[in-house]
């Protein structure tokens, strides 16, 4: 029973690919009066601490982030920082972004680092 258990776990873990997860609706899109440099020595950090370490790419006008679950490498979010004429851009994507019982803790990093 166990070992049906953990293989249904395993095999949900992977249904959310980080394709699929920039596909659905923002959680967040905020604006900020910081640069691109500034809100990522903010957040890369905040993000490393709660998660495992996040993957960063992109030029230094467009960032991406992407945020490893708790105990898998499975994608729980990704976060785009783009630099605009005024400070940043910045849209959050999230796994389970419908589900109101989520771990609010890249939402609330996100929001924190603004």
Known sequence: MRLLALLGV???????????????????????????AQ??????????????EPVVDGTPARQRIVVPQFTSPATAAVIFVNETSRGINVVLHERSSNNPFRP???YNSVKECL
Do not use: F, N, Q, W
Request: net charge positive; with cysteine.
């Open 10 to 36: 395993m095999a949900l873990a992977g249904c959310a690919t980080t394709e699929r997860i920039e596909k659905r609706p923002p959680s967040m899109d905020a604006i900020s009066g910081k640069s691109v």
């Open 104 to 106: 609010r803790d890249i």
């Open 39 to 52: 809100y990522m020595s903010c957040i890369v950090p905040k993000l490393g601490k709660i998660r495992r």
